[in-house]
Every structure is written in structure tokens, then in C-alpha cells.
């Protein structure tokens, strides 16, 4: 009976813990970047995004940046195929791999940030468990590398690495 209270408690503790658990363990290496496509100004999302930054005038960047990951989340749903990576399709569809999401999340950013705090990159890279090169476990093209996201405060200089296609799935806000 005692065991499984232990074995609850340590799922629990990993449920919560989650996020410090993947960054100890996995890693991003960027290896290039992908480009910026903006969403048209009169989309659903981009009025939304920047009726949202009218009512908060004083959000941080850590605010800004959850709100897009949010929006992204709602608008966004993982297929593990070839998809368009245009913002524009993936609202269209609902579906998209990590190509699409981060350039939704970074179209979504953009729309948000009215006052022009926040710099972005969409970074393609590989990941790496303890080391270990996921992508080397398989030779299909489609697992060949995983784009994610920069976000930089320009006004406390502050770095934020972080992956909307994770955050949809397991909550992760943060990857290192």
C-alpha cells in the first residue's frame, strides 16, 4: 500500500515539475532559421491580438509571449505529415507540424507586441536527450530537424527560447 503512495507522489512531483525535467534533459541546437510570414491585419487572430494588446497596455513580454502561445494553441492542432507552414493555411486547416506552429506563435507575437518590444526569430534545430540526437533514431526526412522560437525583451535583454508545438501537448512554456 505504501508503494503506491510513492509511486503517485512521484508522478505528481513529475507532473509538476515537468518543465524542469525536460530542460535538464533535452536540449535545442539551432541550425538555421526559417522565415517570418506575417498574418493579414484583418484575419481573426490579428484583430484579436492586437484588441488584446489595447487592453493590456503594461503587459510584459513574458505576458505577450503566453497570450501568443495560447492563440496558438487554440488555432493549432499537431500532424505529423507535411503541411503548410503559412499562418494563414494552418488557421485555415487547424492542422499543422512544427514549421507551422512556430511561425503561427510568431505571426500571433507580432500582432500582440503593438508597442515593438519584443525581437523573434524562427529557429530550426536539432534536439538532443542527455546528448543523445533524437533525429539520428530515424531516417525519415519528416524528423530531419524541429523548429521552435526566440523571443528577445529589448528592453531588459531578456532570452526566451521557447516551442508552441510542445507547449500544446504537454505545457512546457520554456525550452533551453
Request: with cysteine; net charge positive.
Amino acid at each position: 500500500m505504501k508503494k503506491r503512495y510513492y509511486i503517485l507522489f512521484f508522478l505528481f512531483l513529475a507532473f509538476l515539475l515537468r518543465g524542469q525535467l525536460f530542460r535538464f534533459c533535452v536540449s535545442y541546437e539551432p541550425v538555421g532559421t526559417r522565415l517570418f510570414i506575417p498574418l493579414d491585419e484583418m484575419d481573426e487572430i490579428s484583430r484579436g491580438a492586437a484588441g488584446w494588446a489595447i487592453t493590456h497596455p503594461d503587459a510584459s513580454a513574458k505576458d505577450i509571449i503566453a497570450f501568443a502561445r495560447r492563440k496558438t494553441a487554440q488555432h493549432a492542432s499537431f500532424v505529423m505529415r507535411t503541411t503548410s507552414g503559412n499562418p494563414r493555411d494552418v488557421m485555415a486547416s487547424g492542422r499543422a507540424n512544427c514549421v507551422g506552429y512556430a511561425r503561427l506563435f510568431a505571426a500571433i507575437l507580432d500582432q500582440a507586441d503593438t508597442k515593438g518590444q519584443l525581437d523573434q526569430e524562427i529557429l530550426i534545430g536539432r534536439l538532443t536527450v542527455f546528448g543523445q540526437s533524437l533525429h539520428a533514431l530515424t531516417n525519415d526526412p519528416f524528423w530531419s530537424d524541429h523548429d521552435y522560437n526566440k523571443v528577445v525583451d529589448k528592453i531588459s535583454g531578456e532570452v526566451f527560447f521557447l516551442d508552441a508545438t510542445l507547449y500544446d501537448y504537454s505545457g512546457v512554456k520554456f525550452v533551453r
